[in-house]
């Protein structure tokens, strides 16, 4: 009968009672309050320094089948090809692969890609968004222009080398002008400051109450 009660005694003996934490924390308050300050005060200085972030930003989508036949055929396409025609299919992929190797010479280019909404009715995404970041608009904007050029050249050349120099055949199609906007958030800044500070503090109340516990036992 002298099991059960050992065990219970020894499963009291590893709980870790809350109360005195809780009671450490309250009672060095101030200590948690000055740290919390010293890292809001201490992000916002970082931020104040630090260069500003700007974003140029433009959605692109994939050329026309139609300005891809008229331009490798140098005549008018008709109206309206069947979509399920083995020539329609051919040129499908001449799309892609034009497309494809533009975003890949924009990432290399360090040009962000990601998708967007509204997709097609497969699982490909039919519209992306190409940005890029610089200190200032206008070299986020330079870049991301600049980076889209070369990537339209070095895709054509490489899947239509055939073309002539002067061709209007494009591997991408931008939907709008490129945009910038800042990413600087001062709120952020402060918020994880202030976060970091009241660990720390906490930390350090509660490394400063174990260690003396630990005297206290010993």
Do not use: C
């Amino acid at each position: 009968m002298s099991s059960p009660t050992n065990s219970n005694v020894r499963s009291n003996d590893d709980e870790i009672d809350l109360i005195p934490l809780v009671q450490a924390l309250w009672h060095s308050k101030i200590t948690i309050i000055v740290t919390t300050v010293v890292g809001t005060v201490a992000s916002l200085a970082l931020s104040a320094t630090s260069p500003e972030q700007w974003t140029a930003s433009t959605y692109i989508t994939k050329p026309s089948l139609y300005s891809l036949y008229k331009e490798i055929n140098e005549k008018d396409a008709p109206a309206k090809a069947s979509p399920l025609s083995l020539e329609t299919k051919l040129y499908s992929t001449i799309q892609n692969d034009i497309f494809y190797s533009a975003m890949g010479v924009m990432a290399a280019k360090s040009v962000t890609l990601k998708d967007a909404p509204p997709k097609s009715g497969g699982n490909e995404p039919v519209l992306y968004v190409a940005s890029t970041t610089a200190t200032t608009a206008a070299a986020a904007s330079a870049q991301l222009k600049s980076a889209m050029d070369i990537a339209n050249t070095e895709a054509i050349a490489l899947n239509l080398p055939a073309l002539a120099a002067g061709n209007t055949l494009k591997a991408f199609n931008t939907l709008d002008d490129v945009k910038t906007s800042t990413t600087k958030s001062t709120k952020k800044f402060a918020f994880l400051g202030a976060f970091l500070g009241l660990v720390l503090g906490s930390v350090f109340v509660l490394g400063r109450f174990f260690i003396r516990q630990y005297k206290q036992s010993h």
